[in-house]
């Protein structure tokens, strides 16, 4: 009876010791910044970026050569997952970036994490003048001058019907 209490009480020890460890361990541990995800992967200039970092528990530095130096801030309801938002410069080169954090003294780079892409051109439908052609000028002169007969003829008529 003796000996079954002595091993129940060491199964114990062992089992709270187990569980206790990893924690005892991941509080002591340093945690390097790791996995950079920036959302969208592919975004035009002036577009918003969020840019998220695992193992980074007290917030970093988000960097790039097409946007500001950028704050990430712990994500509420994890312990070490920090996100933040950058603004893409307007006037960023067009193609794949890389972006590098920095927290807790360690620093990581993501070397394509990102693509910009150029701005869309709007305007008038793919018309390359402005204002009419010779063509449109020769074509509207044209039914002006159709106009002023046919109406001519038409007033000359009825002049004529009017005296008989």
Known sequence: MRTTRALAAAGAAVTVLTLAAPAAVADGMV?????IVALPSVIARGGQLTITVDGCPTGGT????????TTLTLVSGTTSTARGTAVVNTNASTG?????VTCN???LTNPAAYTVIGGVRGGLGGSTTTGATPTDMAIGGGLVGLALIGGGVFWMRRRAEKRI
């Open 62 to 69: 988000a960097t790039s050569d097409a946007f500001p130096a």
């Open 105 to 107: 003294g360690k620093s």
């Open 96 to 100: 794949s970036h890389s972006i590098t």
């Open 31 to 35: 945690v390097n910044p790791s996995n």
